[in-house]
């Protein structure tokens, strides 16, 4: 068994060898976040690690290849008229299971999660959500105010994302996935 170090320089170099610099310094930019709600929240360290930097290890591959592996593996096959926005997280986990090996569960399902949400989320689900929102280098309006929410209540910081980001799609007319509406309508709407 590895100690933790070692799997942490192993991911370091699979994941940016996955993707451009912009894109590998944001996933150091969550991990760093997300091993601060951990540490303030009661999670795991390292999963909060290894599941921060593998989140968007995904989301280079193209849409021939996710467009097969809804095939190959049988999700449902609406997911073939969605885009990359959806599938590089929840079809991603696939990808990362298989090819960096990972299989806690746990961290499986916080990846899956992570652009979507859920109205069901374990803290690591939290945690990753909302570190990948959060994290240093992100120029979102009204990111300021997330970072302060996050301090406070992770729950409250799930619903001010959720809310932003559905308010987003709305404004640029964008289809919204059904998961991000029930993820809405349990942390904003608190039905
Ligand atoms: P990133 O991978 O670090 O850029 O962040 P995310 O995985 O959280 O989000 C990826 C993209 O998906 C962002 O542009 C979000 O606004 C977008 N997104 C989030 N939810 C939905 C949704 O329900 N529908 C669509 N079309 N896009 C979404
Ligand atoms: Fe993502
Ligand atoms: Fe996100
Ligand atoms: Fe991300």
Do not use: C
């Not at 997911?79 to 990362?96: P, S």
Request: glycine share 4%; aromatic share 8%.
């Amino acid at each position: 068994m590895k100690n933790s170090e070692d799997t942490r320089e192993t991911l370091l170099k699979k994941v940016r060898a996955a993707m451009s610099e912009k894109r590998f310094n944001h996933v150091l930019g969550v991990e760093k976040a997300a091993i601060f709600l951990a540490e303030k929240y009661g999670e795991s360290k390292e999963k909060a690690s290894i599941a921060a930097l593998t989140h968007d290890y995904a989301k280079e591959r193209s849409d021939d290849e996710f467009k097969k592996i809804i095939l190959d593996y049988g999700y449902d096959l609406d997911l073939l008229n969605w885009n990359n926005a959806i599938w590089h997280g929840l079809l991603g986990a696939k990808l990362v299971e298989k090819e960096l090996g990972i299989t806690d569960e746990s961290i499986l399902q916080a990846i899956r999660l992570h652009t979507t949400g859920a109205a069901q989320m374990t803290l690591l689900d939290k945690i990753i959500y909302v570190a990948d929102y959060i994290e240093p280098g992100r120029d979102i309006p009204g990111v300021e105010k997330a970072r302060a929410i996050a301090q406070e209540d992770l729950d409250e910081a799930v619903a001010y994302e959720t809310k932003h980001t559905l308010a987003h799609l709305i404004d640029i007319n964008a289809p919204v996935y059904p998961k991000t509406i029930e993820t809405y309508n349990r942390w904003v709407a608190k039905k």
